[in-house]
Structure formats: structure tokens, C-alpha cells
């Protein structure tokens, strides 16, 4: 009988449902339809002008190279995401891209077969694991001390911004079976969620303990994107959580700008964090996306809302009440998290409106964020300055805004001083800073250099900020956020 469910099993991504998934309470198109471009033109006065990205327009998802080899009858039987891969170029949903996607789609389906070949022994089978075994094993714990790891290695992956990372563990992760125990989720969403079990648990002799038994009773395969630290509270708690998950048999596949050995660089306590990169390489393959192209800037920007020049208030306002429509904008309060509230300064129709001040400038963070997407759909932020010494607490949370928008598929109208390359101009790493050239002129440079911020964290993020910010002004992007929206409000008529 088991021998038979194995089967069943292999065969079961073949038939699952291929339209919509819900993740973060938001619906999204699995399988991406090319877009017929629409024009909108703004005429504006003076050296204002509109900042678009007008390259050649590609999918919106990152597409992977077509040098895969031909499918065998064995790997279509087998499934997983190299097949569904291949179903899809075949049916021309994906584009072809390069070998180095192709290369990291070859070990996620390496993973998948293992994963597949060992289930039973990971665990992963919700139904033929036992819900009281699950819920006495920190109990049996406190008495006979237990370790099971997993049998299967993870998968760490990093690369540059727009590799597809995202895309290609999204493609992993919905192929897999969904009787599986299983939890896709960026990882700020992930950390704030381990904050709300911490405060749960308080007085318990080691919380982080209850709550790694938690997570890996609710999900033994574990893909986080965006891995990144920049936290000391978050490194200590990593360090200390990831040894239970890891010994409760935890499997791990992450999606990250930085390498392993480079997360949390240069950050305090760090020599406290270095024991989860050494557990992190034991347990994860780690494997570098090589790609040097960034497909989100290959998307055609035609619609964006992205307003570059100074006293563009009122502009960003007249387009704040065009998407209102008939429906007045009145001061509102979000529900954060831990019975907090988060005060819009004007909210309609799914969209809200904030100056950047108070967006950005205010000791806020991701949980904010979340609450605020949670709600709403569209941000106007007015006034988004140019990012250095002066401002850098500021550009941090604006790095977490955009994270959180682009992961809610959000969209944005903004103001900004500059085009999203110019906002991060002064935002430089260690490395970069060593190569700067001095100017010949002690004036210039201490009027250039004197706003210059050397951090490494932000330096990588810049990177993926800068990306981000493209793709959402595309054509593709705000297409898309229109089909997702509008399939919102069907199912919440229904």
C-alpha cells in the first residue's frame, strides 16, 4: 500500500492546480501571460520630467535559458520544477534566459528528487505524522535529550539583484506536494512572526526552544527569501533558533543578495552570529546564481508613477484623487501587530497616502509595513530624498518599505528628489569606498564627500531597492498588480 501512495504521490504535481495561489494574503498569477503595453503621457513644466525605464519589454517573471536539456519520459513522470519548466517554455509562458539559472534550477531539482525519494523519512507527509507526537516533543525533550536531523541537505541560494531567485524558488516551491508540511515566506514576515511566538512564550525557561518546536511541527521544509541581517537582536536569535530547527530536522532553502560568510558583516556581536554560518553551510548547499543580468530593469516602463522633481506635491496629490475615483481620502488607522496601530494620514479606495516623513522618519519597521499592505494596495509617498550620512536610518526603512511593497505586489506613486539610481548615490560598501578616487579639489570633496555613507548592509541593498523600484514603475508590474486586485475584490464578493 505504501508502495503505491509513493506513486501517487510523484504523480500528484502534475495534476494540481495551476491558476491562482494565496501567500502573505495576497492572490498571485503562478503561470505569466505576456502584456500588451498601454501609453500614458503627463505634460509637465519646466526640467520636471517623468523617470521611465525604456528598454526592450520582456515577462515580468525572470525566464531561464533554453540550453535545458530535452525532458525524458522518466522526468516527466517524476515532475518537479525542471519539467514544469520545460511545460511552460514549450507552451510559451516563459522566455529562454541564461545557464546560470538553468545550472540552479538543475540542484533545486536534485533537491526535489531527494525530497521526493526520502518524504517519508523527513517527515514531510501533515497526514502521516503524528499531531500528539508533534505537539509531546518538547515535553519527551526536557527528559531524554533528541536530535533528528534531516536526511536531505537544503539550499542556500545568492546572487545579484533581478537573477530570479525569487522566481526560481517559487517555482520549486509549487511543485511540491501539498499534503507536504511546507511554509514559503520573505523573511521579514518570517522574523516578525518569531517575535509575536517570542512574546506568546515569555517566561518560559528557553522560549526560542517552544517556538523552533512550532514552526518545525507546521512546516519541516522552510524557503525563506530574502535572507539578510542587519539586526543584533535578530543574529543572536537566528544563532539560537536555527540549532533546534536544525536538530528538530528543519530543511532549509533560502534565497539572499549576500553569501553566507558575508551576511551580517561588520555588524555587532558578530562573532556571536558565526555559529549559524557554520550550521547554515553543514546543513544548506550553497549555491551562487552567477547571472549578471538584472531582469527587472528588461521590463518596459511606460506607466509608471514614479515623479521626479521638486514641488511635485500637488501633482502626486491630482493622481492620488484620480485613483480614489468618487471615494473622499479621510485619515485612518492600521492594526500593526501586539494590539499596536499604525495612523494613515489619508486612505480610499485601497490606496494611502503618506509624506515620506512620516512613512520613513519615524521609528517604524516591517511589521508597520505588513499592517499597512495588509489594508491597502497603493502608497502615494511624497518627498523621498536623496539617501546618505545624514539620512541613513531613514534609507533603512525605505529599503524595508519597498522589500515589503514588492513582495505585497504593491503599488507606488512617489515624489522623490532623484531617479532611484541618484537616491543612493552617497550609499556606498567598504569596498567601494576604498575605490573611490579623491577629488582634486579639497573644496569639492569636502562638500561631495561630507554626506557619503560607508555601510556595507545598505551598500548590497541599494542594489535590490534600485531594481525593485524599476520593476514596479513597468508597464508589466502595474498590469499585473491590477489583475491581482481585481481578483481580490472578486473573491471577496463572492
Known amino acids: 500500500m505504501r508502495t503505491v501512495i509513493r506513486v501517487l504521490r510523484k504523480f500528484r504535481p502534475a495534476f494540481q492546480y495551476r491558476a491562482n495561489f494565496i501567500y502573505n494574503g495576497y492572490a498571485k498569477r503562478r503561470d505569466f501571460c505576456p502584456y500588451t503595453n498601454h501609453r500614458s503621457i503627463y505634460s509637465l513644466s519646466g526640467s520636471t520630467y517623468i523617470h521611465r525605464c525604456r528598454n526592450e519589454s520582456y515577462m ?6 533554453s540550453d535545458a536539456a530535452k525532458v525524458t519520459n522518466k522526468e516527466v513522470n517524476r515532475g518537479g520544477p525542471l519539467v514544469e519548466y520545460e511545460r511552460r517554455v514549450a507552451a510559451g509562458e516563459l522566455l529562454d534566459g541564461d545557464a546560470c539559472q538553468l545550472n540552479t534550477l538543475g540542484e533545486l531539482q536534485r533537491l526535489y528528487d531527494e525530497l521526493v525519494e526520502n518524504a517519508e523519512d523527513c517527515r514531510l507527509d501533515r497526514y502521516a505524522t503524528s499531531k500528539k507526537a508533534g505537539r509531546s516533543r518538547w515535553l519527551w525533550s526536557r527528559f531524554i535529550p533528541q536530535t533528528s536531523y534531516a536526511p536531505v541537505k537544503g539550499l542556500y541560494l545568492y ?17 511540491l506536494p501539498c499534503n507536504w508540511r511546507k511554509k514559503r515566506i520573505h523573511f521579514h514576515d518570517f522574523m516578525l512572526n518569531v517575535h509575536s511566538r517570542l512574546q506568546k512564550h ?43 530547527l536544525f536538530s528538530n530536522g528543519i530543511i532549509l532553502i533560502s534565497t539572499s543578495n549576500r553569501a553566507p560568510d558575508k551576511l551580517y558583516e561588520g555588524g555587532l556581536q558578530r562573532d556571536l552570529f558565526l555559529p549559524f554560518i557554520d550550521a547554515l553551510q553543514e546543513r544548506c548547499i550553497v549555491h551562487q546564481i552567477g547571472s549578471s543580468v538584472d531582469y527587472r530593469k528588461m521590463t518596459s516602463a511606460e506607466q509608471g508613477f514614479y515623479f521626479v ?9 491630482q493622481k492620488f484623487q484620480q485613483l480614489n475615483g468618487e471615494q473622499i481620502a479621510v485619515p485612518q488607522e492600521v ?117 557619503i555613507c560607508v555601510d556595507n548592509e545598505l551598500g548590497f541593498a541599494k542594489d535590490r531597492t534600485i531594481s525593485r523600484l524599476t520593476e514596479m514603475n513597468s508597464t508589466e508590474y502595474l498590469e499585473q498588480h491590477a489583475e491581482i486586485w481585481a481578483q481580490k475584490r472578486l473573491s471577496d464578493n463572492e
Not at 515580468?60 to 535559458?65: D, V
Not at 541581517?229 to 537566528?238: E, N
Open 60 to 65: 515580468i517573471h525572470r525566464a531561464i535559458s
Open 159 to 175: 546572487g545579484g539583484v533581478g537573477t530570479g531567485k525569487t522566481m526560481l524558488m517559487d517555482l520549486f516551491f509549487y511543485q
Open 202 to 244: 515569555r517566561g518560559v525557561a528557553d522560549p526560542l526552544e517552544v517556538v523552533a518546536g512550532e514552526i518545525s511541527d507546521e512546516s519541516i521544509l522552510l524557503c525563506l527569501d530574502e535572507f539578510m541581517v542587519t539586526d543584533v537582536a535578530d543574529a543572536l536569535i537566528l544563532n539560537r533558533m536555527f540549532r533546534h
Open 309 to 317: 522633481g521638486k514641488h511635485l506635491s500637488s501633482l502626486l496629490k
Open 335 to 451: 492594526e500593526v501587530v501586539m494590539g499596536r496601530k499604525l495612523k494613515v494620514p489619508a486612505g480610499a479606495n485601497g490606496c494611502a497616502y503618506f509624506p515620506f516623513e512620516e512613512l520613513c522618519d519615524r521609528p517604524l519597521g516591517a511589521a508597520d509595513y505588513f499592517g499597512l499592505f495588509k489594508k491597502f494596495h497603493t502608497l502615494a509617498l511624497d518627498g523621498v530624498p536623496i539617501f546618505g550620512l545624514s539620512n541613513r536610518t531613514a534609507a533603512y526603512r525605505f529599503v524595508t518599505l519597498v522589500d515589503v511593497m514588492y513582495e505585497n505586489r504593491g503599488r507606488l506613486l512617489c515624489t522623490a528628489e532623484g531617479t532611484p539610481v541618484e537616491l543612493f548615490d552617497r550609499i556606498v560598501t567598504i569596498a567601494d569606498a576604498q575605490q573611490m578616487a579623491p577629488r582634486t579639489s579639497s573644496r569639492s570633496r569636502k562638500s561631495d564627500d561630507s554626506d
